[in-house]
């Protein structure tokens, strides 16, 4: 009897949309989830902090220390929340003679300015004299406001900053990926660490970690694996060779009830995750995910067979216990 074991996803355990831990470099947040499940319908959704739309600061024509901000749409606290439009009023520095005051949407999705220490010249540094404040982990930066005197009087445009990516937090920048085989979120690079403590804007996310069952009577499993070939072409005096690379599908068999009713059958076409163990009394295994097909054949007096393949976006990944 082989030792052999193969499983599929047959079912979802549901998050409900929660908070990811930082890993430490502020590019990939991880999730308590060993994998994320794409199947139809318990695929995740990531919803990072940030606006996604509007937010323009503009001046507030006639009024002294203030500025409108426009309608805006944005990712709070793992919901999509719209701010109206709103003027804000502002606070010149006391003491010195520069401050910086930075437009928020606070945890109540409204708009509020947060001062920055106040100095004798602008700084880029949060917490510094005359730098931007670090803001509440809970709240989402859509400008600055540089004031560089004591004396009351209307807003310059020159004054407002909105850079996206430096004064104004966007949703959707820096770009990230989903790993599904690691139930995180990688970004293309460092989210910036200007809130409160240095650490970087919240990233939230719904998903359904799979629940594995047995498939019974399988067999021939072959995981799917990169082949490279080779080809080149003539010139004077040689060859120039290049390679390329091609990933084939995994595939298995099993041998069903009615090839119907069975529920690996009824999945066919969904994107699952699948575990193989050479050895079922050790825990090194290969994991793949990609859509099944199924083909099945119907023997005169035997049982009935499916042949089915796993077609993976990328190379099914080898995991040591």
């Known amino acids: ?42 695929a995740p959704v990531v919803l990072p902090n940030g606006v996604l739309t509007g937010a323009q600061i503009s001046v507030d024509t006639g009024v002294n220390d203030s500025v409108v901000v426009g309608n805006a749409t944005a990712n709070l606290q793992g919901q999509k929340v719209t701010v109206a439009q709103d003027s804000v009023a502002l606070t010149r520095a006391a003491v010195d003679t520069h401050v910086i005051a930075s437009i928020v949407i606070n945890a ?8 920055g220490a106040e100095g004798t010249t602008f700084s880029e540094t949060r917490g510094e004299a005359g730098g931007p404040a670090l803001i509440p982990v809970d709240a989402i930066e859509v400008g600055q406001v540089r004031l560089s005197a004591q004396a009351v009087a209307e807003v310059a445009s020159s004054e407002i900053y909105q850079v996206p990516g430096l004064h104004k937090e966007m949703s959707l920048s820096p770009v990230f990926k989903v790993n599904s ?103 090194n295994y290969i994991v793949e995910q990609g859509k099944l097909g199924m083909s099945r054949s119907y023997p005169a007096g035997g049982r009935v067979q499916g042949d089915f393949t796993i077609s993976p976006e990328s190379r099914g990944v080898s995991v040591v216990g």
């Open 181 to 283: 085989q690691a139930g995180e979120v990688s970004f293309a690079a460092a989210l910036a660490p200007i809130h409160t403590g240095g650490v970087s804007k919240a990233v939230y996310a719904s998903y359904a970690e799979p629940i594995f069952a047995d498939v019974d009577l399988a067999s021939d499993f072959q995981p799917s694996e990169n082949s490279h070939s080779l080809s080149s072409t003539e010139v004077y005096g040689g060859a120039i060779a290049s390679t390329s690379t091609s990933l084939n599908a995994a595939s298995f068999t099993a041998y069903l009830e009615d090839g119907i009713a069975d529920p690996l059958a009824q999945l066919e076409s969904e994107e699952l995750f699948f575990k193989f163990f050479p050895d079922r009394y050790k825990n």
């Open 108 to 115: 109540s999705g409204a708009y509020e300015a947060i001062n």
């Open 1 to 42: 009897m082989s030792n052999q074991l193969l499983q599929y996803e047959a079912g979802q355990q549901s998050v409900p949309m929660t908070q990811l831990t930082d890993s430490g470099d502020r590019k990939v947040f991880e999730s308590d989830a060993e994998m994320f499940s794409k199947r139809s319908g318990f």
